[in-house]
């Protein structure tokens, strides 16, 4: 059986918070098993500094996070993909490039942080309530029997993942 671990793409338009925070969480949850990438539709160029802050405080790495463009993934070197996870509704709405491999696919909407007002007190609250929605799901998603299922109940279930809260 193949040991090399699955590469997980987690788009968002800006990728600056809710994708960000996926790649990170899933990185160490994943304890190896994993490679999480994320990107975005419109990448905005930075990461938002309550992700980072949220992140370092909770001690998951952040020094090789940045904000990019899902084209990079669509590239003739780039890792092939075996998931690729929408965490936006916008992204999730839009056409993705074509991801060489036919990855499963499915989307995850996470309510967005950044788009948060108010004080900082009240956007950081904003941003932990995504981190540990992301928390749980990717929790289910790393105990998923992968080498019991197939292609189409693996694909089920990780859009299942989806719908919970």
């Avoid at 098993?33 to 790495?61: C, D, I, Q, T, Y």
């Amino acid at each position: 059986m193949d040991e090399s671990p699955f590469n997980v793409l987690f788009l968002c338009t800006g990728n600056s918070a809710r994708s960000i925070l996926a790649e990170s969480l899933l990185n160490v949850l994943g304890k190896g098993r994993f490679r999480a990438f994320s990107a975005g539709s419109h990448p905005g160029g930075r990461v938002n500094p309550f992700a980072l802050e949220l992140l370092e405080k909770n001690h998951f790495p952040t020094g090789e996070l940045r904000s990019k463009s899902w084209d990079e993934f669509a590239q003739p070197a780039a890792p092939q993909l075996d998931f690729v996870i929408t965490v936006c509704d916008n992204a999730a709405g839009e056409v993705c490039p074509v991801w060489p491999g036919q990855p499963v696919t499915a989307h995850w909407g996470i309510p967005d942080p950044a788009a948060v007002g108010g004080s900082d007190e009240a956007r950081r609250h904003a941003f932990v309530d995504a981190m540990n929605h992301l928390q749980r799901r990717i929790s289910m998603f790393v105990s998923l029997p992968f080498h019991t299922l197939d292609g189409m109940r693996l694909q089920q279930a990780v859009r299942e993942i989806g719908k919970a809260t």
